[in-house]
């Protein structure tokens, strides 16, 4: 089955995209517990999860005071198709499959212009391609800057193979990029790509390794990968490089 993900399209985390776990473990939304935390005084602190079953995604609602709400019909228990607008609090999700996300008639842009949220998500090349080389407005890291750690979430990773091993670099934000003397993580590797991958924090147990178009890939406990969910003693491969992820209690 295509990966779902979800997209905030209105809330205090706008443009954050979440994946969907699909090995049957819940992905929980709340206001102090859970994968994704919402800050809002109109979210539950468990509010409701998502949790793949029989084939396809199931929201359930957790006896939120507010209720859930999908397509504007307050719910507790509803399947989900790509397209389908969860609202949470004052929290507006959107559901999609993949790359083909769909977008809302509400704030569509015009054909062939992506908006805000989607710039967000494009790898350096493809921004490149979009706005040209010289654009002076053009950002620096593409990856959103305002993927916010987890409130009592501490992790780092630790070089234990090749030319930086015993080097540790701690985690201070959600999203960890990984390049080659950039980034958060930066490697002395020739091998490694300048923006070669990110590691995203959605909450202690959805944690997610991203390739971002890297010459000589992305690996996961040795195994090559586009995206994977990270548990604490993973490993990352990058180049002759490899990382282990702690979490700490």
Not at 141 to 167: F, M, N
């Amino acid at each position: 089955m295509t990966g779902y993900f979800l997209r905030v399209v209105t809330g205090a985390r706008e443009g954050l995209r979440v994946p969907l776990p699909s090995n049957g473990d819940p992905l929980v939304v709340g206001r102090r517990a859970g994968d994704l935390i919402l800050e809002d005084p109109l979210v539950s602190s468990r509010h409701c999860h998502i949790l793949f079953r029989n084939g396809e995604y199931v929201l359930q609602d957790l006896g939120s005071t507010n209720g859930t709400m999908v397509d504007d019909r307050l719910v507790r228990e509803v399947s989900l198709r790509p397209g389908n607008q969860i609202s949470i609090g004052s929290t507006r999700l959107l559901v999609f499959a993949g790359a083909s996300e769909p977008t809302l008639e509400s704030n569509a842009p015009a054909e062939g212009s992506p908006g805000p949220a989607e710039i967000a998500w494009l790898r350096e090349e493809e921004l490149v391609e979009l706005k040209g080389p010289s654009d002076p407005r053009a950002p620096t890291d593409v990856i959103g800057q305002d993927l916010r750690l987890p409130p009592g979430l501490h992790a780092q990773v630790e070089v234990v193979a090749g030319q930086d091993t015993g080097k540790v670099y701690r985690f201070t934000r959600g999203n960890i990029n990984i390049g080659r003397r950039a980034g958060e993580v930066p490697l002395s590797d020739g091998e490694v790509s300048r923006r070669h991958s990110v590691i995203e924090v959605f909450g202690r147990e959805m944690i997610f390794l991203r390739d971002l178009g890297s010459t000589n890939g992305t690996y996961h406990n040795g195994r090559r990968v586009q995206v994977a969910r990270l548990r604490t003693s993973d490993t990352i491969g990058i180049g002759k490089t490899v990382l282990k992820l702690q979490i700490q209690k």
